[in-house]
């Protein structure tokens, strides 16, 4: 495949094995490593200054944890997909990495076919959170949620919230929708009205609950 073709990689984790365990998995394939970086910062400012496609973002970093650059890079680069790369299974961040709009959450365990499959998945914006993971992320989370099933949700809020579960933002959601972002953000602000919510983080574990995903 040509280089042009190939999918443009920042991969960000503080540990030097890490980031050569990568590239080694990756070489040979239409993957490339362009980028790489020890700390939240670095990975910030390597983003808004590179070419990629995809951020591979470790979840515990220095000078900025995963989550934290997540938020950073969401907001400079909606449409970029981020991935979460983690040792650690924790239903809570995973949570939280939804609500923020990252394209997934993979365990630094997972298999070489899984890693690539991920990332060829994201970059073609593809949805990869699946029922389980967000019902487990619902379990850890241990909220208490206001609202029922029998929330009065018109069919339009409904399309939304089950956008807003998958951790897509409102301009994605707006033009999932083809609607203006403006719009999609009235129909967030009524949902969690009605509903009884305070965060994007609720509001996917509630649609989980109540099987709208």
């Not at 630094?108 to 899984?114: N, W």
Request: with cysteine; hydrophobic share 45%.
């Amino acid at each position: 495949m040509p280089i042009e073709q190939k999918i443009r990689v920042l991969i960000a984790d503080d540990h030097e094995i890490v980031l050569c365990g990568l590239k080694t998995l990756l070489a040979g394939t239409d993957i490339q490593v362009v980028a790489e970086a020890k700390t939240g910062q670095a990975a910030i400012q390597l983003a808004q200054e590179r070419e990629i496609d995809l951020v591979l973002l470790d979840v515990r970093m220095p000078d900025g944890d995963g989550l934290t650059v997540l938020g950073r890079l969401k907001l400079d680069k909606p449409r970029l997909p981020v991935l979460l790369f983690s040792a650690f299974d924790n239903a809570g961040t995973i949570a939280r990495a939804i609500a923020l709009g990252a394209a997934g959450y993979l365990l630094k365990g997972c298999s070489r076919d899984e890693l690539l499959s991920t990332i060829r998945a994201a970059v073609a914006g593809e949805t990869i959170w699946d029922r389980e993971g967000l019902r487990r992320a619902s379990r850890a989370l241990r909220t208490r949620l206001a609202g029922t099933p029998e929330a009065c949700l018109s069919e339009r809020e409904n399309e939304v919230l089950r956008h807003v579960s998958q951790g897509l933002t409102n301009k994605q959601i707006a033009t999932a929708m083809n609607v203006s972002t403006e719009t999609i953000k009235e129909h967030v602000h009524h949902i969690f009205s009605k509903i009884g919510l305070s965060d994007r983080t609720q509001a996917a574990v509630w649609a989980v609950r109540n099987h709208l995903v």
